[in-house]
């Protein structure tokens, strides 16, 4: 017994839904390609909010996304987990201060 045409996904949605997966793919490697050679010259940070929300940091240029420990913001940073940081306190790196919104919007999600 078939299904009925109208309970399985349309051919024109199921088509788009394919070229969707393919260029988030695309995407995807992009970024990682970027986000290893990047030097993170520009970074941006949303501070520490109460409620456990930590501070986060994301690369202008390359989009990489860093969470801070409980004691990170402003010229003290640490990585979440306290590993190595890659968007840290370097030696000509800017950081600017931005709100949560700013950082949310800044994202890019694959």
């Known amino acids: 017994m078939r299904p009925l045409a109208e309970a399985v996904i349309a051919p024109a949605i199921q088509t788009a839904l394919s070229a969707v997966s393919k260029s988030q793919g695309a995407l995807r490697d992009a970024l990682i390609e ?7 010259r520009i970074v941006s940070e949303a501070l ?4 456990g929300l930590p501070a986060i940091r ?11 420990s409980h004691w990170s913001g402003g010229r003290t940073w640490s ?3 306290f590993g190595r940081s890659d968007l840290g306190n370097e030696d ?11 950082f949310y919007d800044m994202r890019i999600l694959v």
């Open 48 to 51: 520490w909010e109460s409620g």
């Open 58 to 68: 994301i690369c202008n240029h390359c989009r990489l996304i860093e969470k801070g």
């Open 34 to 40: 970027e986000q290893a050679i990047c030097d993170h």
């Open 92 to 102: 000509g790196r800017l950081v600017q201060q931005i709100s949560r919104d700013q």
């Open 79 to 81: 990585r979440h987990d």
